[in-house]
């Protein structure tokens, strides 16, 4: 981490198209913005969001390109996160009968989960890290002990 660096960086977990083609482009819309919605809480916490839907959201269904190299950029973008917050609904499509998990989000919990970066699940947990990480950056000392990593859940 460059030491001049001012704010932490919050990757944002949440499903795209998951794994198959969402079942419309409203659908695929509403995932993005729902993402969207959380990358500027995250900013407004004052932390860097990194916000995979944003850097691809026009790019589905390119000729040539697969959806794994876009799950390879966003694990390259997570690995150089402080945190990672989850989007409401995460694991679920926008329509909450369908029991359909995102693998995509799933992987990228997991990640955090087997590298030891801390999940974050709501506005409040993003706004306390912030906080915490500016502190913990700017004296070196803690304000509070860390919330525990999220388990990996069964599938």
């Not at 990194?50 to 697969?66: E, K, L, M, Q, Y």
């Not at 390879?72 to 694991?91: F, N, R």
């Not at 590298?115 to 004296?139: P, T, Y």
Request: glycine content about 6%; aromatic content about 8%.
């Amino acid at each position: 981490m460059p030491a001049d660096r001012k704010r932490p960086r919050v990757y944002v977990i949440g499903p795209v198209i998951g794994p198959f083609r969402a079942a419309s482009e409203y659908e695929r819309r509403a995932h993005i913005a729902r993402a969207e919605a959380i990358a500027l809480a995250v900013a407004r916490a004052g932390a860097f969001p990194r916000c995979p839907h944003t850097h691809t959201a026009h790019f589905d269904g390119v000729a040539g390109v697969d959806n794994a190299l876009w799950m390879e950029l966003g694990l390259d973008m997570l690995s150089e996160c402080d945190a990672a917050v989850l989007v409401p609904g995460w694991q679920r499509y926008l329509d909450p009968t369908i029991e359909v998990a995102s693998h995509g989000s799933i992987a990228e919990r997991d990640w955090c989960a087997a590298h030891g970066l801390l999940v974050l699940r709501d506005q409040a947990e993003v706004i306390a890290f912030v906080a915490r990480w500016k502190h913990d950056h700017d004296c070196g000392e803690r304000l509070s002990p860390r919330p525990a990593p999220v388990p990996v859940l069964p599938r």
